[in-house]
């Protein structure tokens, strides 16, 4: 028998034994996936986490747990993502704030370039320019305000190096203003002072400011910091309408899991999360949170999207001088 001829039976042998290793692998998930949100519960990304994980819960025929662990501005769950096994029942579901820390803190205990594996985007949010109600009437108005009294006026964020921090300072940068930072710890006792006037303005998010637009008209927001305006504040118009520069700002949530998470598993949950941004019920609730569903990510894109993300957010708070132990 010639060499070819005896490789060609010896594959021919093995071949079985090999399918009927595959087959008798189990399919995933076979037990309950963890969903670690690096927040702490009622914000709208753990709403978010938990309306995306009943959808995965009903494809997948399995239960999808979502577990707060919050801290650090979202480094304790992100490292206990990070340091858990990879094998897709352990996933991550954050926000911008995971681009964010490479450049903000000094002392990062891991690198989201290198020990996660990104899955999908989900959605956008866009930020606001936000004023009180005795505020200018136009965004024009309070760039020219601020520029005629530059050591006069404030704005509020959630806190140091937050996306609403640094988004107001990507703002200030382009438009050549100077406001001092005061930072809170957390959005809601923010807005509770630009309410009461002790802060010209706000950058943040259509859900957490919905409550303040109402007829009281406590806030008002007067630039969205997205291409388009949105669908449910339709009178706000982008900057590029307001007669500034054009400027897009927006956080994101997006799934991830540990570095090594087998590409297959990867692949599976992507398709099972673009299908769960199709469904009409998360479409809705999403739009009502003032989130833009993301249903088109693949594995390339994503990974593409947060390496872009590191980069974008790394000039934004090498501008800001921001840094955090």
């Known amino acids: 028998m010639s060499v070819v001829s005896r490789l060609c039976s010896a594959v021919l042998v093995t071949l079985p034994l090999f399918h009927g290793a595959v087959a008798s692998e189990p399919a995933y998930p076979d037990k309950p996936v963890k969903i670690v949100v690096p927040f702490s519960a009622g914000g709208p990304t753990d709403i978010f986490a938990r309306l995306v994980a009943k959808k995965l819960a009903d494809d997948f025929q399995q239960q999808f747990a979502v577990e707060n662990l919050g801290g650090a501005g979202g480094n304790v769950g992100t490292q206990a993502v990070v340091k858990s096994p990879a094998d897709g029942y ?35 949010a866009p930020m606001l320019l936000i004023t009180h109600a005795g505020g200018p009437a136009t965004a024009k108005e309070l760039v020219e305000m601020v520029k005629a009294s530059p050591d006069k006026y404030n704005y509020a964020s959630a806190g140091n190096g937050s996306a609403t921090h640094l988004g107001a300072e990507a703002f200030k940068a382009l438009v050549k203003i100077d406001a001092t930072h005061v930072p809170y710890r957390g959005t ?59 400027f897009v700002s927006a956080t994101w949530n997006m799934f991830l899991a540990p570095a090594g998470t087998p590409e297959p598993v990867l692949g599976r949950l992507n398709e099972a999360l673009n299908k769960a ?15 833009a569903p993301v249903a088109d990510s693949t594995l390339a894109s994503t990974k593409a999207f947060m390496q872009d993300e590191i980069k974008r957010w ?3 708070v090498e501008t800001s001088g921001a840094a955090l132990d």
């Open 277 to 291: 941004l199709r469904d009409p019920e998360v479409t809705q609730a999403l739009t009502d949170l003032g989130i």
């Open 188 to 246: 809601a006792p923010a807005l509770v002072d630009v309410v009461a006037g002790r802060h010209l303005f706000i950058f943040d998010y259509i859900g957490p400011i919905k409550p303040y637009l109402g007829p009281e008209g406590r806030l008002r927001a007067l630039a969205i910091a997205s291409e388009e305006r949105s669908p449910i504040l339709a009178d706000v118009p982008t900057f590029s309408e307001a007669g500034l520069p054009a």
């Open 90 to 124: 352990t996933l991550l579901f954050t926000s911008a704030a995971l681009a964010i820390a490479p450049s903000l803190y000094r002392s990062l205990a891991y690198d989201p370039a290198t020990d996660l594996a990104p899955i999908a985007v989900v959605g956008k």
């Open 314 to 316: 790394a000039r934004v």
